[in-house]
């Protein structure tokens, strides 16, 4: 049998982490946070599918495809979490298992609008505020999770 895959998904501007608000994001940059994913997704014998954009409608696309194509997903879907209705949509189409994962903790943060996501009410579990270490604890959860049901 075919390994299976986690696909992590990254939304808007999180190509640029580690160069800006390192108060917020901290300084790991979005190859550090693919490392720590792969390696964790590695010990679990998955493979693992790390991408970002700056394009709705290419996330919808990688949305489409992780129907057929993945065993669980993790997404950051970054500024889309707020105005994101096509992906909210797409990400109600997929059977396995969602985690939405930001660095910050957004019920935190200052600005109203950024403290509440759209997309949470169609995920299974969000992880926010943990830095970049949610991550690859939304991948160990998943795989966890993969085992158990095997
Ligand atoms: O905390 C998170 O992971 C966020 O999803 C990051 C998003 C932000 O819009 C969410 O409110 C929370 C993207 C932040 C902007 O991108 C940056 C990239 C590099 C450095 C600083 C910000």
Redesign the pocket.
Known sequence: MAAQKIYVLN????????????E??GRATLTDIEDACRMEAKEAGLLLEFRQTNAEHEMVGWLHEARTEASGLVI????F??AGYAILDALKMLTCSVIE??????HR?EAGW?SKSILTQVVTGIV??LGVKGYPLAVRHLAQSLAVAA
Do not use: D, F, T
């Open positions: 939304g808007p501007n999180l190509n640029l982490l580690g160069a800006r608000e390192p917020v994001y950051n879907p970054a500024a979490s707020y994962v930001h660095i910050s903790n957004i943060r950024r926010s505020g």
